[in-house]
Nanobody, 120 residues
């Protein structure tokens, strides 16, 4: 069984920074693309950033230059460094990972989400 668990969310003032972490555990053979999504209050979920296992990144226009996605495959961790946070960044942030489990099948796995609130 594969699990993703996020941490690092919380309340931060505008202009502040947070680093989210996503830890993968369980029967993992390989990890492909990883990504962070967010769902603002009353809105649909949107992709924030993605990172392939070859190092290619992609960011939503709204976070370019402020957010950085990274990964440590040895530790099975995915990070999202968020700088210059704005009220519009308030959302539940979730990580997603495309994982090959021990059964050699690729599946998308999701974490439960962590709340990020940007407010003074």
């Amino acid at each position: 069984q594969v699990q993703l668990v996020e941490s690092g969310g919380g309340l931060v003032q505008p202009g502040g920074s947070l680093r989210l972490s996503c830890a993968a555990s369980g029967s993992i053979f390989s990890i492909g693309v990883v990504a962070w999504y967010r769902q603002p209050p009353g809105k649909q979920r949107e992709v924030v950033a993605s990172l392939t296992n070859s190092g290619r990144t992609n960011y939503a226009d709204s976070v370019k230059g402020r957010f950085t996605i990274s990964r440590d495959d040895a530790k099975r961790l995915v990070y999202l460094q968020m700088n210059s946070l704005q009220a519009e960044d308030t959302a539940v942030y979730s990580c997603m990972a495309n994982i090959m489990d021990r059964g050699k099948l690729w599946r998308d796995y999701w974490g439960q989400g962590t709340q990020v609130t940007v407010s003074s």
